[in-house]
């Protein structure tokens, strides 16, 4: 068993030595979450758009479970897909089971009513200012949603970087759809866990310290725009 | 906007507003109740199609109420409303309305106008005319919300004349204005008046009722207490109500 002090310093010789397996599982992270956050974007906020403009009966209950499923357990959610996905399932030929499809499919699902939910919120509190303008200006609703949706913008990026958040910090439900496979699978939480089991804590430490700076990076390069905006008061 | 003559009027660059068809109004025996509680009751109003109309009377007389009404914004709870044949919702299309606090959307100054006119169907180049007719050319990139309060309602004011109205309704729209701001509007929406735009604003302010309106609605306690050209009204009121609010009395 390395003692921390040394497995930070291997980690760092790791990242700094641009170690190729390393980058690979960094890439597939990137790529597996990245997509997964823009394919719940693509679902949520239209539909949180939609929940935020609208009323009809059974809207409540359908808020609750909305906000309901923003705690959905990531294994749940890989347990289900990967039932979808097995050979016996219903979509067993696509032959989609561990590849890195399939790990992009568990976390848009787990991903998009955080989306929804939180941009429901958001997209409601602004419509309240503007809905009796937009009533005024006889706006149908597809005008009013793009309206909306381009007018909160900023404010719908900390909505779409809370849902990368929790994609590329999951690892329940990529592990169960995607098998940890080395060179196909393996993503940086699956990574970690196969390697803090394993005992190496030097790899571990090394793609822990990378998800965290990437969480910087991108949480850094969100609240910059943000403030950029709120400069000209467009948030 | 330092003063009247920024404002540089351009009547071959926004199309003149048709002669409306919406005119003239008709309304019969209109009420509006919360709670079962009434706010307007027995409003019975005809305006004709040119001009400017001021609806004048002191705080929680219901003003703001009658303009959504006629507006279409809120339903009534008794009566009707007529605008040449059409229901106020029919209407709501070739009406535009300015709040005394203007909603800017988070966007530039032009691009607040370009979604208007998108949003309408209508030329895109407008743009810039209108923007030239309220004197905010100078100021087409900037963030709307930064505008002054003056500025901001010249943007609203643009953007209501984007969607080239029939009638033009006004909810205080130079209250907390400063005397130049408030001079400023007050010419636009004397200029869309002489293009044919029929104008019905709620004003507190009895100068300006004076210097823009041809007549004037007093409303006291949910009811019209006083219909009269504004000639009339301001030279000898009809009611003790309006006596009472033009001197400046507590009316109650």
Known sequence: ?235 | MSSLGTIAFTPNAIPQAAAPNLMPLRVRDLGLSFEGEAVLSGVNLDLGPHGCTAIMGPNGAGKSLLLKLLHGLISPTTGEINWGGQTAAAAMARQALVFQKPVLLRRSVAANIDFVLRAKGRPRSLCNALLDHVGLAQKARQPARLLSGGEAQRLALARALATEPDVLFLDEATASLDPASILSIETIVRDACARGVRVICVTHDIGQARRLADDVVFLQGGRIAEHSAARDFFSAPQTTAARDYLNGRLVL
């Open chain 1, 1 to 235: 068993m390395q003692s921390i002090a040394d497995a930070f310093t291997l980690a760092l010789q790791l990242v700094l030595s641009g170690n190729a397996d390393l980058f690979e599982i960094v890439a597939l992270s990137l790529r597996v979450s990245l997509t997964a956050t823009f394919l719940a974007c693509l679902c949520g906020l239209p539909l949180g758009a939609f929940m935020a403009i609208s009323r009809f009966p059974g809207r409540g209950i359908l808020l609750v479970l909305m906000n309901a499923l923003m705690g959905l357990p990531p294994v749940v959610v890989g347990l289900l897909v990967y039932l979808h996905l097995s050979r016996s399932g219903p979509l067993g030929f696509l032959g989609l089971l561990y590849t890195p499809t399939a790990m992009i499919i568990a976390q848009t699902i787990l991903i998009a009513p955080i989306i929804a939910a939180l941009s429901r919120q958001v997209l409601e509190d602004l419509h309240m200012e503007y809905a009796e303008q937009f009533r005024s200006l006889c706006l149908n609703q597809w005008q009013t949603v793009t309206a909306l949706l381009w007018d909160a913008r900023y404010s719908l990026l900390t909505v779409g970087l809370a849902g990368f958040g929790r994609a590329v910090a999951e690892v329940g439900a990529v592990i169960i759809v995607g098998g940890n496979i080395d060179h196909l699978t393996r993503v940086m939480t699956t990574a970690i866990a196969l390697e803090t089991s394993k005992g190496d804590l030097a790899l571990a430490l090394a793609l822990g310290l990378l998800l965290l700076t990437i969480a910087l990076g991108v949480n850094a390069a969100v609240q910059s725009l943000r403030m950029s905006a709120r400069r000209q008061a467009y948030v």
